[in-house]
C-alpha cells in the first residue's frame, strides 16, 4: 500500500472551513483514499473514502487531484467537537481489508 | 446495535503473565481487526480475519494469538506479557460498502499496562 504524507498539526477557527492536506505521490491506480479521526484516545470513526472523483457526504468533503497524488478533507465549519487527529490512508480494496495508519494531522479548532 | 464491543476497558498485567481481550461485533461483519496504539503514534495492525476460522499477520503479530470460531467474536491472547506489549487495543470490524471500499467500526479499545 502507498505510504501518505500529512501535516503533524493544524489550527483552524471555529466556524471556519478546515482543509486538512494529504500527500500520496506513489498511490496506484486501484487504490482508494480514505480519511478517518480519532478524538481523544476513542477508536477511529469513518469519515469518507474515494478513488478518483471527489466526494461528499454529512460530515466532510474530499478532494482528489485530478493525478491522484494528493488529497484535501474539508471539514466546511469546524466546531470544538472535531478537534481530533486525523488520518489520511491508500489502500487497495480486497488485499483483507487490512489499514495501515500514520500519524496523522493533529487538528486544533479554536474557539 | 451495539457495534463493537471491547472488554476490559483497563487492564494492569504483570510481566509474564497472559490474558485474552474480548471483542465483538453484532453487525454480522465477515472481517475482524486488532490494532494497537502506542502513545503518540498511529496505529498499527496485529492480526486480522476474514471470516470465521481463518486469520492472518498484521504489521505485529509477535507475542500475541488470535482465533475465530464465530463471526461475532475475535479474541485476541497476549502469552508471556511483556513491557512493550503495553499500549491501547482497539479492535474493528468491517464489510464491503458500495464502490469497493471497505469502512471499518472500531470499538472503544482496552488499556493495557504490564509491570
Known amino acids: 500500500d502507498a505510504k501518505t504524507t500529512q501535516p503533524t498539526s493544524m489550527d483552524c477557527a471555529e466556524g471556519r472551513a478546515a482543509n486538512l492536506p494529504c500527500n500520496h505521490s506513489?498511490?496506484?491506480?486501484?487504490?482508494?483514499v480514505y480519511w478517518y479521526r480519532q478524538i481523544h484516545s476513542q477508536g477511529p470513526q469513518y469519515i469518507i473514502h474515494?478513488?478518483?472523483n471527489n466526494e461528499t457526504n454529512e460530515m466532510a468533503s474530499l478532494i482528489i487531484t485530478e493525478d491522484r497524488k494528493s488529497s484535501t478533507l474539508i471539514l466546511p465549519h469546524a466546531t470544538l467537537r472535531d478537534t481530533a487527529v486525523y488520518y489520511c490512508?491508500?489502500?487497495?480494496?480486497?488485499?483483507?481489508?487490512?489499514?495501515?495508519f500514520g500519524t496523522g494531522t493533529s487538528l486544533t479548532v479554536i474557539p | 446495535n451495539a457495534g463493537v464491543t471491547q472488554t476490559p476497558k483497563f487492564r494492569i498485567l504483570k510481566i509474564g503473565q497472559s490474558m485474552t481481550l474480548q471483542c465483538t461485533q453484532d453487525?454480522?461483519?465477515?472481517?475482524m481487526y486488532w490494532y494497537r496504539q502506542d502513545p503518540g503514534m498511529g496505529l498499527k495492525l496485529i492480526y486480522y480475519?476474514?471470516?470465521?476460522?481463518?486469520?492472518d499477520k498484521g504489521e505485529v503479530p509477535n507475542g500475541y494469538n488470535v482465533s475465530r470460531s464465530t463471526t461475532e467474536d475475535f479474541p485476541l491472547r497476549l502469552e508471556l506479557a511483556a513491557p512493550s506489549q503495553t499500549s491501547v487495543y482497539f479492535c474493528?470490524?468491517?464489510?464491503?460498502?458500495?464502490?469497493?471500499?471497505?469502512?471499518?467500526?472500531f470499538g472503544p479499545g482496552t488499556r493495557l499496562t504490564v509491570t
Open positions: 480475519s476474514v471470516g470465521a476460522g481463518i486469520t
Open positions: 506513489t498511490i496506484s491506480g486501484n487504490e482508494y
Open positions: 474515494g478513488l478518483k
Open positions: 453487525m454480522n461483519h465477515n472481517y
Open positions: 474493528a470490524s468491517s464489510t464491503t460498502d458500495r464502490g469497493g471500499g471497505y469502512e471499518q467500526y
Open positions: 490512508i491508500v489502500r487497495v480494496a480486497g488485499t483483507g481489508n487490512q489499514f495501515y
